[in-house]
């Protein structure tokens, strides 16, 4: 079994900044692709950055520049350091890990989810 906690989000104003923390636990070999997605009210589930253990990135265009991802692959740790938040990125953040887990087998995890709102 494998689990995703995210912590971190929260009600923040217009400019202002959040950083979501994700911690993965559980039997894991190796975590390959980390991200995260987001989820606004009656859209789409959308890509919003992710990183693989190498340490490349990827973001969504409307965050490069104001997103961060990060991650500890010796703690199986993310983070996403938000900064310039925009009415527009109010959404349900979810974490996301491909982990091989200690049978060699490959599987995608998603955590519950944390709730964003930028709202003056």
């Known amino acids: 079994q494998v689990q995703l906690v995210e912590s971190g989000g929260g009600l923040v104003q217009p400019g202002g900044s959040l950083r979501l923390s994700c911690t993965v636990s559980g039997s894991i070999y190796r975590i390959t692709v980390m991200g995260w997605y987001r989820q606004a009210p009656g859209k789409q589930r959308e890509l919003a950055a992710t990183?693989?253990?190498?340490?490349?990135?990827n973001y969504l265009d409307s965050v490069k520049g104001r997103f961060t991802i990060s991650r500890d692959n010796a703690e199986n740790t993310m983070s996403l350091q938000m900064t310039g938040l925009r009415p527009e990125d109010t959404a349900v953040y979810y974490c996301y890990a491909r982990v091989t887990g200690a049978m060699y087998t490959q599987d995608d995890y998603w955590g519950q989810g944390t709730q964003v709102t930028v709202s003056s």
């Open positions: 990183i693989t253990r190498g340490g490349s990135t």
